[in-house]
């Protein structure tokens, strides 16, 4: 008898891409996907949101507790805070396109019904997912792709990446393929974990005004 591995020990989402289609069919597809072990213990893919057209992507490191159980990115509390330093820069948070490296939920839990801990993806699951991003980066095609944190940065830059050395700076790199400009900063859920929170926040704010000014 032969013994198939499943398709998660691959570590890749690559098999699971459409052939063809925009967001919508990258979305469906998505949400089948079985490219690395997190599927197992989410709610559901939580894929990117947002316009076709949008000059801006936003691009977080994975969804946490409440975007596994809505399906959507950057809904919880950190997302409204974000919501709120984008306005407060100038950039409409309706305009931009919001998306994760990551696209499952990664926890920790001590027993059922307790409170699930949001874990940090290992380099080789956000290489993994690494498709996803790419393919919504080419359908997007975005002006700006503002990077929050450093999963992000590390799965868009490499494994060098440092957010506290090129925060609130343009970035001008290839990614996958395509010449891109990036304007890297802290992840909004850092703010919320900071001992002065508002001292955060304005920073946060003030590398989203570098973003918000690289557009116009």
């Known amino acids: 008898m032969v013994r198939t591995s499943a398709p998660e020990d691959a570590y890749t989402a690559e098999p699971f891409l459409p052939e063809r289609g925009g967001l919508p069919a990258l979305r469906k597809a998505a949400a089948e996907c079985r490219g690395c072990p997190l599927h197992r213990d989410a709610t559901q893919t939580v894929f990117g949101a947002g316009s076709t057209d949008a000059r801006v992507m936003l691009v977080g490191e994975q969804p946490g507790d409440q975007e596994d159980r809505q399906g959507k990115p950057f809904v919880g509390p950190a997302g409204k805070l974000l919501d709120r330093a984008l306005e407060e820069a100038g950039i409409d948070p309706s305009e931009v396109y919001v998306t994760n490296a990551v696209k499952h939920f990664k926890f920790t839990q001590s027993e059922p019904r307790k409170r699930r801990i949001h874990k940090a993806p290992s380099l080789r699951e956000t290489t993994a997912c690494g498709p996803w991003l790419a393919?919504?980066?080419?359908?997007?095609?975005?002006?700006?792709?503002?990077?929050?944190?450093?999963?992000?940065?590390?799965?868009?830059?490499?494994?060098?990446?440092?957010?506290?050395?090129?925060?609130?700076?343009?970035?001008?790199?290839?990614?996958?393929?395509?010449?891109?400009?990036?304007?890297?900063?802290?992840?909004?859920?850092?703010?919320?974990?900071?001992?002065?929170?508002?001292?955060?926040?304005?920073?946060?704010?003030?590398?989203?005004?570098?973003?918000?000014d690289a557009l116009s």
């Open 135 to 212: 393919a919504e980066l080419a359908v997007v095609e975005p002006e700006l792709i503002v990077v929050l944190g450093a999963t992000a940065g590390k799965a868009l830059l490499g494994s060098s990446f440092r957010v506290t050395q090129v925060r609130g700076t343009v970035l001008e790199e290839e990614i996958h393929g395509r010449a891109e400009r990036l304007v890297p900063t802290v992840h909004p859920s850092s703010v919320l974990r900071s001992d002065d929170r508002e001292a955060a926040y304005r920073g946060l704010v003030s590398d989203l005004k570098v973003a918000a």
